[in-house]
């Protein structure tokens, strides 16, 4: 299934790619799993999208399947993805929510009270 940018290019542009950065080729998210639809338990639908064409594509993958024994977890993306596995992947907005908790932690933000706020 194909959908151009006629039905929207600026929806897409909120998807977040779930592949390492940077990485060559399209965009990539998991939508679901294609459980039932192909018959095969590891294959999942994932949308593609290409910054330059603003085309979307949805498409059937097969599960990545790589278990890192190590940590204890399996690559979530679909099989010959570019890059690095999942569990090698920083999520950016993870990232930023774990710091922000290290600054509360540490006293540098404190909690907001009515006092502390600007009258109206």
């Known amino acids: 299934m194909e959908i151009g940018p006629a039905h929207g290019q600026e929806e897409w542009g909120r998807c977040r790619c779930e592949l390492s950065w940077p ?4 965009h990539a998210i998991f939508v679901c799993d294609a459980d039932g639809a192909a018959g095969r338990a590891d294959e999942l639908v994932w949308a593609f999208w290409n910054d330059h064409a603003g ?3 949805v498409r059937i993958r097969t599960d990545c399947g790589t278990y ?7 690559c ?3 099989q010959d993805h570019p890059g690095h596995h999942s569990f090698e992947i920083l999520d950016p907005v ?5 710091a922000m908790g290290d ?5 540098r933000f404190g909690p907001q009270t009515t006092e502390s706020l600007p009258p109206l």
């Open 23 to 26: 990485h060559d080729g399209d």
């Open 55 to 57: 085309v979307l594509a």
């Open 68 to 74: 890192d024994a190590s940590k204890e977890d399996c």
């Open 76 to 78: 979530t993306l679909y």
């Open 94 to 98: 993870e990232v930023a929510l774990l």
């Open 103 to 107: 600054q509360i932690r540490m006293g």
